[in-house]
């Protein structure tokens, strides 16, 4: 290797960067060619090692050749980049330039679900009669969800409700919303306005009306001299919002341990509308809900004097009266997340 050859390598190098660079097609293909050329391992260096076989005065001429080949190709490297990397710029910009011309894409939209609107219009209806939304715990003692509801241990009305207990002595799964009548009562002082909404849980077989997993929407007012008649007043009127103007009411008698008198509300058949047909069992009525004034030993086990105060419950379920609105005719569509049904209801 002479002076002559090694200077021929290092411009034939340049010629063929400068070639390599015209063609290239993006800025990683610049890039990779620098890494080629330039690196450590480059070709550059390559050419570079034949520096030792010149002789001594030889050597600082190679040097200053290589000096500017380097100089040479980093140049039209810079420069090849920065033109590819415009051009690249350029191209997406034109491609994800926003119309705003144009519609946008749709959104799909979701709704509630029945049960959620159900109660979602129970408490407008109520709130118009000053009823205030509360909520209250799913895991409760039996101490509030029987006891203090006048369910002794012993009592019968307890086979009622197949409860689920969890690992907590003395601890439930709440079978109704009752409960969180005490703990109303036990924090809030009277005038009492409440709807307590919340989940209910009862080890029962699944079927088309019946469910392990459910809704309810207690009512709850206390005051001084609140009647039957009071309590009869707001049912027809929150019939009447709910299922129409027309439709006729009635109270029948029932049975609840924390209440007493203890009703059923029912509201004339929605299908039929009176004359009686299968789905009100040919009776011309659908029953609501319960309801009655609560029961002296419950305000007494809440610290209230049932001689000064009187009040009446209310309990109904949201699903019950999302399958009397919709015609639905199965409860365990509304536990299924099946979107097809829960579209229905946008």
């Not at 969180?180 to 005038?191: F, N």
């Not at 709850?220 to 707001?234: A, F, P, Q, Y």
Request: charged share 25%.
């Amino acid at each position: 290797m002479d002076l002559a050859q090694l200077t021929r390598d290092l411009e034939s190098l340049v010629a063929e960067t400068a070639t390599a660079l015209a063609v290239a097609p993006d800025v990683a293909a610049v890039e990779a060619l620098e890494v080629d050329v330039l690196g450590k391992k480059g070709r550059l260096t390559g050419v570079l090692r034949g520096i030792g076989a010149l002789p001594p005065e030889d050597r600082p001429k190679v040097g200053a050749i290589a000096n500017r080949v380097r100089n040479e190709i980093e140049g039209a490297i810079v420069e090849r980049r920065s033109g590819l990397g415009s051009a690249e710029l350029d191209a997406r910009l034109r491609t994800e330039t926003i119309d705003v011309t144009m519609p946008g894409r749709p959104i799909r939209r979701g709704s509630l679900h029945p049960s959620l609107e159900s109660m979602a219009e129970i408490a407008r209806i109520f709130g118009q009669f000053g009823f205030v939304v509360y909520e209250s715990p799913e895991v409760e003692t039996d101490e509030n969800n029987f006891q203090l509801l006048n369910i002794p241990v012993d009592h019968p009305a307890r086979d009622l409700w197949d409860t689920l207990y969890v690992d907590i002595p003395g601890h439930l799964l709440r079978t109704h919303t009752s409960p969180g009548q005490i703990h109303l009562m036990r924090s809030v002082k009277p005038p009492i306005r409440a709807l307590l909404p919340g989940r209910c849980f009862r080890y029962e077989a699944i079927d088309a009306s019946h469910g392990s997993e459910f809704f309810q929407v207690e009512g709850l007012m206390v005051d001084e001299g609140t009647t039957l008649g009071d309590l009869r007043g707001i049912l027809e009127a929150f019939a009447h919002a709910m299922f129409g103007a027309g439709k006729r009411t009635r109270f029948r008698p029932g049975y609840y341990p924390f209440t007493e008198p203890s009703v059923a509300f029912d509201v004339e058949c929605l299908v039929c509308g009176g004359p009686g047909c299968p789905a009100c069992g040919r009776s011309g009525w659908m029953t609501i809900l319960g309801a009655g004034m609560v029961h002296p030993v419950v305000l007494r086990n809440c610290g209230l004097d049932p001689e000064r105060y009187q009040g009446f419950a209310f309990g109904m379920g949201p699903e019950r009266i999302a399958m009397l609105r919709h015609r639905i005719t199965d409860l365990r569509l509304f536990l299924e997340n099946d979107l097809r049904f829960l579209g229905q209801f946008r």
